[in-house]
């Protein structure tokens, strides 16, 4: 079972590759869309702004190969923060932008006259369903986040867990088949971050 | 509700630990990475760490370092010291950085804050900023760690760096700093009224219940301790313990 971690410069991979290894999963960076299909899971991870990213994973040619590789072939994908909003079908990111699509929906700003924004910090992610498997075995459910925009499913149904920031809550992760994205940073949420990590990969393969 | 978080700050002289008084008077006070898994694995909320000669030296900061670190560690590790351009940033975050903090080089490079925060997004922008308190009560910017004074005032500064794309202000009080003698409250709490992104105190955290005061008594977010975890006999799962124990949302880790 090999895990790629896509390689577009625009995401701290690093830190995802490092906590990957700490339960010996064979990771991979994928630095080209050829090789995506040496991958049996993908890693979507993203740092910065929408179009920045998808302008990076267009002109490397990530774009189509990624679409294709999950929509087509099914390769399971975890999202992480910029990448689960990727899946999304627009963000309004300073001006509106296409995602991928996969999931129904927008990603829109945080709208909290009172709130500090971006949104910096630890807090509870609740699952939407007792006993779903990728937040199985795990103590708190503390994670870390860090970010100004937030996604907006169409379908309930995709809504895997919620977050309620001071008040404001939103989607913390969504799911739909093997497509799974996290608002928030598992590779830097210390246990919690690494055991649902494990639990995705378990869960795919 | 949001926890507060406790950040361990590293000085880094170099590739190794450091830590005074006021800015002055260094001493060497161990390993950066074998430090950084120490409070990782007692449940810091993140680290920061900054190399305060990089500025004055022309230089960034060893980018292997967070190689290093990210290696070992799972929590956020924000990166500081000599950050002049997007490429440097660029360079820190390639090496595994989830935030860059920038200091001096807000002062003399126009545009560096807008600059980072539209390249990479406000959430990954800390902006730190040291003060002195004058004489007349109120507060004197100092940049190259505190060697060189700003002549704007505080409020105006702090309001251009927001406006810039500042998603997190780290202000620190040079005149506590590494003294353990508690936060500069009236400071927070005149800068924390109605601060749009989140504010992180430093200097002076001593012992418990300093922590507790900064809490309570002013709106930060966050707080960075240094000595007491270095040079003291604290760490941070009783710290979290305590501040728990008084009310102060923290989180179990």
Redesign the interface.
């Known amino acids: 079972m090999k895990i790629g971690i896509i390689n577009y410069?625009r995401s701290?991979i690093?830190?995802v590759r490092?906590?990957l290894r700490?339960y010996n999963f064979d990771t991979c960076d994928i630095k080209e869309a050829s090789d995506l299909r040496t991958a049996d899971i993908l890693v979507l991870a993203g740092?910065?702004?929408f179009a920045?990213a998808h302008s990076k994973l267009t002109t490397l040619g990530f774009w189509d190969a990624l679409d294709r590789a999950v929509m087509a072939e099914n390769t399971p994908i975890l999202g992480i923060c910029l990448g689960m909003q990727m899946f999304f079908e627009k963000s309004f990111e300073n001006g509106e932008h296409s995602g991928f699509g996969w999931i129904a929906g927008e990603v829109k700003k945080i709208e909290a006259p009172l709130l500090?924004?971006?949104?910096?910090?630890?807090?509870a992610v609740v699952p939407s369903q007792q006993g779903d498997r990728l937040f199985s075995q795990i103590k708190?459910n503390?994670y870390?986040f860090?970010?100004?925009y937030h996604c907006i499913p169409k379908n309930p149904g995709d809504i895997a867990a919620t977050t309620d920031?001071?008040g404001f809550r939103f989607v913390s992760a969504v799911r739909k088949d093997t497509i799974v994205g996290v608002q928030f940073?598992p590779?830097?949420?210390?246990?919690d971050?690494?055991r649902l990590l494990k639990n995705f990969v378990e869960m795919v393969s | 509700m949001t926890s507060k978080r406790i950040i361990p700050q590293f000085l880094l002289s170099g590739t190794r630990l450091v830590k005074g008084t006021r800015f002055s008077g260094f001493i060497d006070v161990g390993d950066p990475v074998s430090q950084a898994m120490i409070y990782d694995a007692q449940g810091a909320d993140e680290v920061i760490m900054v190399d305060i000669n990089a500025s004055a030296e022309h230089r960034l900061i060893d980018t292997r370092l967070i190689g290093r670190l990210i290696e070992k560690c799972r929590l956020p590790i924000t990166i500081g010291g000599g950050i002049r351009s997007v490429e440097d940033a660029e360079r820190c975050f390639a090496a595994g950085a989830d935030k860059i903090v920038i200091n001096t080089h807000v002062a003399d490079t126009p545009g560096l804050v807008e600059d980072l925060s539209d390249e990479f997004g406000s959430q990954s922008v800390v902006v730190s900023i040291d003060v002195k308190k004058r004489g007349d009560g109120e507060y004197s910017i100092h940049v190259l760690s505190g060697k060189k004074p700003v002549s704007q005032p505080l409020d105006a500064y702090l309001g251009r760096v927001i406006g810039s794309g500042a998603g997190e202000i780290l202000i620190t009080s040079i005149d506590r700093e590494g003294t353990l003698t508690g936060f500069d409250l009236p400071l927070y709490r005149h800068l924390g009224k109605n601060l749009p992104v989140s504010l992180i105190g430093s200097g002076g955290a001593g012992c418990y219940d300093d922590i507790v005061a900064l809490f309570r008594e002013t709106s930060c977010d966050a707080c960075t301790i240094g000595k007491m975890l270095f040079l003291r006999d604290y760490d941070i799962v009783r710290i979290k313990s305590y501040l728990t124990e008084k009310g102060i949302t923290i989180r179990d880790a």
């Open positions: 410069g701290n690093g830190s490092s906590a700490f740092v910065g702004n920045a500090k924004i971006p949104h910096i910090g630890w807090d708190f503390y870390y860090m970010h100004s920031y001071s940073h590779e830097k949420s210390q246990i971050g690494l």
